[in-house]
């Protein structure tokens, strides 16, 4: 069964495609993640698909309904986490999901609820008094108060520190276990990694791959070959010098220089072959494979050329 | 699955939400139920002993100004507490969280109105009160039915002006400057503070237009002890309730739940355009 299904999707802003024929679909019980830059058009279409903003072509369902209805019965069955809400601060956290979870029709506990997001310990507190983390765990509580049967998760974790990361990874885990269908938007790719069934990577409102993460670094991939810029080397000639040099394409960002390619053997080969030459030290040269990272950067870098 | 909660305990439960939130904003209370009474000690610490004299009677001239200020709490409960904490709310992203949960539209915006006419009937009775235990205010019994009438059809249609003037208000900086601006200045020549009857004749004209003027001179009728039989007045009632069947239907027109600024216009077009 498909739970979430986007066909040939476009959202126009006069002359602004921030969504420009996307086009996927979720099924019952997948977490998919569309990862992409600010602006690649990914809260756009997870608000389109949340009813809060209507397309301008192109078809969006979610469990079968159009968004844009809002029909109430849509509403009672998906869970929303925006990217920025509000929630009334002058409410303590038992407040805010005891009102909230008052509107649905299937609803868990407030034990539950704190004890999934972990703020056991914040029941009493105004939630204008928490954190920026905790706050967001409160959105996270009341995405999942009324127990989705989709859930849309826009970038759930900005902010959060690495413990409470991980604690929300488990949550999301867990939810999937009872068959929920989530969507999630993220930038960071060791989230995608983490969770994801399949990622879409969206670029310039297009999607421009799709598929397990697995697949993605397969199909893509290669092998990374990094180090530091040498002394010797203006950072300015650096991608043109060094790519002569490796005979690869040459990513530079601060001192890090990468290149991603198919035969590491001998582009090591060239680059010990100039240091020695040169009679410098390659500091931090290491090979590795190519991460969800390098896959990401290699296919935002490539729809961006001409 | 069990059923969604019936719409009387889904309101009930919202209007309550609303009127516990009012409650915890110290600013809120401080100028839609404090201020007022202030304005209460303070008309009668200046001019309160003074005395009407006509050949009906002689009372107190507190008698002819409670009224007054009962009604503007009751407009200050509903139109300025409502164009205030609407747009604020709308631009913190609560209004658009609740957009995403099964609650209806209507349950929402019912809830913030019959909070509004609620915290409204509280600072009318508390007015009410401390002008008769503090002031001996006299209350005729025979008038209470128009005095409540009145308020409904005050409170009601000042809530929807309210709600207009929310969805009208861009952000949320703006809104409690443009509340405050809209009634204040009104409120001046509407005979809720100064009661004269030599204003300039435009003045007087501007002060009709606008239902704030009758609204306050009903209500105030109410207590008026030279004013004969049941004090019902029919055309002022109309006229307010015609000015709040205006401000639903701007209310419902152009009700917004996104915060300002939302929809990706000026500063993604620029980006686009030098890219």
């Known amino acids: 069964m498909v739970a979430i299904r986007v066909a040939d999707l476009h959202k126009h802003y006069g002359e602004i495609h921030a969504v420009d024929g996307v086009s996927f679909s979720v099924g019952e019980g997948e977490v998919y993640a569309l990862l992409g830059e600010n602006g690649a058009g990914k809260s756009t279409t997870v608000e389109i698909l949340e009813g809060h903003r209507r397309a301008t072509s192109g078809t969006a369902t979610v469990l079968g309904h159009d968004p844009t209805d809002a029909d109430r019965e849509l509403r009672d069955r998906i869970g929303v986490v925006l990217q920025s809400s509000g929630v009334e601060g002058e409410f303590t956290v038992r407040e805010v999901v005891e009102l909230y979870s008052s509107v649905y029709r299937t609803r868990r506990g407030l034990d539950e609820v704190v004890g999934l997001v972990g703020l056991d310990d914040q029941v009493d507190q105004r939630v204008g008094s928490l954190s920026g983390g905790q706050r967001r765990r409160v959105d996270l509580a009341l995405g999942i108060v009324g127990r989705p049967d989709v859930l849309f998760l826009d970038e759930p974790t900005t902010g959060f520190d690495p413990a409470a990361r991980r604690r929300s990874w488990d949550l999301v885990e867990s939810l999937c276990d009872d068959g929920v269908t989530v969507l999630l938007t993220t930038h960071y790719l060791d989230e995608a990694e983490r969770l994801a069934d ?33 002394e010797s080397v203006a950072p300015a000639d650096a991608a043109a010098t060094l790519g002569a040099v490796l005979g690869a394409e040459v990513r530079v960002s601060g001192r890090l220089v990468e290149a991603t390619v198919d035969r590491p053997t001998s582009t090591v080969h060239r680059a010990t072959g100039w240091a020695l030459d040169q009679g410098i030290e390659l500091e931090g040269l290491t090979v590795k494979r190519a991460s969800l990272e390098d896959v990401y950067l290699q296919l935002v870098e490539r729809a961006a050329a001409p | 699955m069990s059923d969604f909660p019936s719409n009387a305990s889904m309101v009930v439960r919202q209007t309550r939400y609303q009127v516990k939130f009012f409650s915890r904003v110290p600013v809120a ?121 009145t308020f409904l059809v005050g409170v009601g249609s000042f809530a929807a002006l309210g709600m207009a003037v929310a969805a009208m208000i861009k952000t949320a900086s703006s809104a409690s400057a443009v509340a405050n601006a809209t009634i204040l200045p009104l409120a001046f020549i509407s005979d809720v503070f100064v009661v004269t009857d030599d204003a300039p004749s435009f003045l007087t004209t501007i002060g009709n237009l606008f239902p704030l ?39 419902v027109k152009k009700f917004r739940w996104e915060p300002s600024g939302a929809e990706p216009r000026g500063r993604r077009a620029r980006r686009a355009a030098t890219t």
């Open chain 2, 29 to 149: 209370l401080f100028f839609t139920l404090a201020l007022p009474l202030i304005m209460l000690f303070l008309f009668n610490a200046l001019f309160g002993d003074h005395d009407v004299v006509t050949d009906q009677g002689s009372w107190p001239v507190r008698q002819f100004y409670t009224g007054g200020l009962a009604a503007y709490t009751a407009v200050s409960a509903t139109y300025s507490n409502l164009a205030n904490m609407v747009p604020i709310r709308r631009d913190e992203g609560v209004l658009k969280r609740w957009r995403s949960t099964p609650l209806p539209t209507w349950g929402y915006i019912a809830g913030f109105v019959w909070s509004a006419i609620v915290i409204a009937l509280a600072g009318v009775v508390v007015m009410l009160t401390v002008g008769v235990v503090l002031y001996d205010l006299s209350i005729d019994w025979m008038k209470m039915p128009a005095a409540f009438v």
């Open chain 2, 213 to 251: 003027k009758p609204f306050v001179n009903a209500f105030q009728d109410c207590f008026n002890p030279l004013v004969d039989g049941w004090a019902f007045d029919w055309q002022a009632l109309v006229f307010i309730a015609a000015w709040g069947a205006l401000g639903s239907v701007v209310a």
């Open chain 1, 198 to 230: 399949r990622v879409g990577v969206l670029a310039a409102g297009r999607l421009i791959a799709e598929g397990t993460p697995a697949e993605l670094i397969e199909g893509i991939s290669g092998t990374v070959v990094s180090f530091m810029l040498p």
